[in-house]
């Protein structure tokens, strides 16, 4: 899809923490503190949110092509808020700023309304270039790399036909398919653990054989590399739904009759209006738990959404997030009902996933092991995540509007005693509801590294011409949902090529003259 997951997804734009990019450069990344990518959060950016405080408007820029505004929120967003200030936490007007701690509105990739891509931002605006080619519904199988040189050369894809063909590149090849397919490429071009590569039988370079080909040309990985490991998720729990007993929030049934007409009419001339909504999410706060170690890098996000998982009456939202009929029947009380969620998860959780290749053909989608919530650590934090959530919903502001916390015990955790850490431990491994948002799996490092895929400007590690610019360089995720992080990438990596660009005419120049 053009535009990758920023094309489907929520929408919301969250830069990080200051201290997620310093963290990287102090993993031996020069280039990547805050500092440095701050003016490229600025340059990417077309900043309309309004209100920020004085203080935060040095961090935002206004001339880049990625919109960030404020959309339709309802009255659940200030009782959110309330409810955050009555336990204790900020209200902050701008978690892209300074601080990023507090409970706050969330800025959504839109403009008036309307939401933005990254096709739609970047792309769109130079598709008459001449030098632009697009091929769509064309998945890249391999990277075609000389053995002898290890010089990337272009890349093979698939054509509509099922035919192979080959592109060359001029000057470098440049990886970004994701955390899950931009380590299943880089595998399936020779480039990762020797073990796993082993396992599927892949050539260097006459592409793919079973293993006991590769064994009668004594045939090595061409780089062998931890392509695939530090996979690394937001995970958390899905179910924490609150009841009113008035009509508030995002109240979808009334968006499924003809009342919908006016809405739409508003939407269209104003941009505004729950049509503009980025799926009912309108609120974020980025808190600390007591196992935090520094105050100023919250352990733990809550995402308020403004309606339930029934609200819908069952016809979208279950689909969307793949619950089975028997988990979502514990919710049917809610049924074409107002009401809130929230949802928690560790900002960088400590377990590690990978990804695994199923077969040789790119058109089988790799293994992806989560391992969520391996990590004790994790489950310890998210459960006190969950009582604060709890907490919420007691506070005044809610109960202003009849807030009831939905009481149903999952199927598989009837067995325990409800809302001990026992069954909250239970909730989250039955009902673990997955953020979309992943890194870690071609990590970012020094050549010290063992675990580094791409050396800091990006480039494969054994390969000449190849970078990876992705959400799969993060050495470790971003406190936020990954979006921003990923376009600041593509600017840091648009940076880094342009300069090598230069760096290598200005070689080749000094190189005639002598
Ligand atoms: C449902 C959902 C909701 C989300 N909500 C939010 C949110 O609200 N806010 C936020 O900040 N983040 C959100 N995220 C996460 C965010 O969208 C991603 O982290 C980010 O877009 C990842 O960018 P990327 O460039 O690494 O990869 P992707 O966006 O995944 O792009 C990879 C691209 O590579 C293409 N590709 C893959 N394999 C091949 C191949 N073999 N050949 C050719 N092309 C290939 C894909 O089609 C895709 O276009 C969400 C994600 C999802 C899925």
């Given at each position: ?91 902050n ?14 800025q ?15 792309l ?75 396992k ?53 049934p ?122 004790p ?9 969950i ?5 919420l ?17 999952l ?16 909730h ?79 070689e ?7």
């Amino acid at each position: 899809m053009l535009g990758g997951s920023s094309s489907l997804n929520g929408g919301i734009y969250v830069r990080g923490n200051r201290k997620d990019y310093d963290n990287w450069a102090a993993m031996g990344n020069p280039g990547w503190s805050f500092d440095d990518i701050l003016p490229l959060f600025k340059r990417a950016e077309n900043f309309f949110v309004k209100d920020v405080p004085e203080g935060d408007a040095p961090y935002h820029g206004t001339g880049g092509y990625f919109p960030v505004s404020h959309t339709y929120v309802t009255d659940v967003l200030p009782a959110f808020i309330e409810a955050g200030e009555s336990l204790g936490f900020p209200y902050n007007k701008d978690y892209n700023g300074a601080s990023q701690r507090g409970f706050s509105r969330v800025q959504v990739a839109a403009k008036r309304g309307k939401r933005y891509s990254t096709a739609r931002a970047y792309l769109k605006p130079v598709r008459h270039r001449r030098n632009l080619h697009v091929l769509l519904n064309t998945p890249v199988s391999r990277i075609v790399i000389d053995e002898s040189t290890k010089t990337a050369k272009g890349i093979e894809y698939l054509n509509e036909d099922g035919s192979r063909r080959f592109v060359s590149a001029t000057r470098e090849v440049i990886l970004s398919a994701g955390v899950v397919a931009s380590p299943q490429i880089l595998m399936l071009s020779g480039i990762g653990p020797k073990k796993e590569l082993e396992k599927h039988g892949i050539l260097m370079l006459s592409g793919i054989g079973p293993k006991k080909e590769l064994e009668k040309h004594g045939i090595q990985p061409i780089v062998d590399l931890p392509v695939g490991e530090n996979l690394q998720s937001h995970a958390g729990p899905g179910g924490l739904y609150f009841s009113f007993t008035q009509k508030s929030g995002l109240f979808v049934p009334d968006l499924l009759t003809t009342d919908f007409l006016p809405e739409l009419e508003n939407y269209l001339k104003t941009g505004d209006g729950p049509l503009s909504s980025p799926t009912g999410f309108e609120g974020v706060a980025f808190v600390n738990t007591s196992h935090a170690a520094d105050p100023d890098w919250p352990d733990i996000e809550l995402l308020m959404g403004a309606l339930t998982i029934a609200t819908d009456g069952g016809n979208f939202y279950k689909r969307r997030i793949g619950l089975s009929d028997e988990a979502w029947e514990t919710y049917s009380g809610l049924k074409y009902r107002g009401g809130f969620g929230v949802y928690p998860h560790p900002t960088r959780p400590k377990s590690r996933g990978k990804i695994l290749l199923r077969s040789a053909n790119i058109l089988d989608h790799p293994i992806i092991i989560g391992n969520y919530f391996k990590d004790p650590d994790d489950v310890k934090i998210t459960i006190e995540a969950i009582r604060l959530v709890l907490q919420l919903g007691e506070q005044p502001a809610f109960k202003k509007l009849g807030a009831q916390f939905y009481k149903q015990s999952l199927p598989g955790c009837r067995h325990l005693e409800q809302f001990t850490d026992e069954y909250w431990e239970c909730h989250i491994r039955q009902f673990t509801y997955l953020h979309w948002h992943d890194g870690g799996t071609c990590k970012m490092g020094p050549p010290s590294d063992p675990g580094a895929v791409v050396d800091p400007t990006l480039r494969v590690y054994g390969v000449k011409q190849l970078r990876v610019a992705d959400a799969s360089i993060m050495p470790v995720m971003v406190s936020a949902n990954c979006m921003a992080a990923c376009i600041m990438i593509g600017e840091k990596a648009s940076d880094l090529i342009k300069s090598s660009q230069i760096l290598n005419t200005t070689e080749r120049a000094t190189a005639e003259l002598r």
